[in-house]
T-cell receptor
């Protein structure tokens, strides 16, 4: 079975500081990894994905994520946080030969002005 | 190309009634996923369908819940004899094959009185 762990319920960061939202995963075979963002009363929006290639993936709104195979992690990062980045962030995974996409519990990011 | 359309946006039912949630995927998308979101529980996978086929329903309760994605028309998530515990936000997502990025609808908020 595939699974995703987001160990932090909430991350607080000051505006302008770098941010990291953590994610670890478990899956059979090569992982397809994703980050999504959800604003209040909205559906999820795609941020970025890792399928193959460079371990550092760049996505929307200045976000990036680093794939670490040995640590089975896919942490989301941004060099300088904005207040408008405050939202709920979900990490997701699927196995290479399997189409089911499993999401983590979500991490609430609060950027403090 | 219109996004994923879910309706109704809000649905109120009394205990014992039936709830029917509709999802129209984006044009050209043959894969549909249904997820349920509850506070503190994240996004829980329910079912994954392709046109006219249920591929994975491992997250869907065997009683009272059913889903379909007919050749023509929207995907339907049906909940019979609703109970208060069914109150949640239900999100639909669609994708073309292969599944590398999910496009989410705005969700249906089901409230059971």
């Amino acid at each position: 079975a595939q699974s995703v762990a987001q160990p932090e319920d909430q991350v607080n960061v000051a505006e302008g500081n770098p941010l990291t939202v953590k994610c670890t995963y478990s899956v059979s075979g090569n992982p397809y990894l994703f980050w999504y963002v959800q604003y209040p009363n909205r559906g999820l929006q795609f941020l970025l994905k890792y399928i193959t290639g460079d371990n550092l993936v760049k996505g929307s709104y200045g976000f990036e994520a680093e794939f670490n195979k040995s640590q089975t992690s896919f942490h989301l990062k941004k060099p300088s946080a904005l207040v408008s980045d405050s939202a709920l962030y979900f990490c997701a995974v699927r196995g290479g030969g399997y189409q089911k996409v499993t999401f983590g519990i979500g991490t609430k990011l609060q950027v403090i002005p | 190309n219109a996004g994923v359309m879910q309706n109704p946006r809000h649905l109120v039912r009394r205990r014992g009634q039936e709830a029917r949630l509709r999802c129209s995927p984006m044009k050209g998308h043959s894969h549909v996923y249904w997820y349920r979101q509850l506070p503190e529980e994240g996004l829980k996978f329910m079912v994954y369908l392709q046109k006219e086929n249920i591929i994975d329903e491992s997250g869907m309760p065997k009683e009272r819940f059913s889903a379909e994605f007919p050749k023509e028309g929207p995907s339907i998530l049906r909940i019979q004899q609703v109970v208060r515990g069914d109150s949640a936000a239900y999100f639909c997502a669609s994708s073309p094959p292969p599944v590398e990025k999910l496009f989410f609808g705005s969700g249906t908020q089901l409230s059971v009185l």
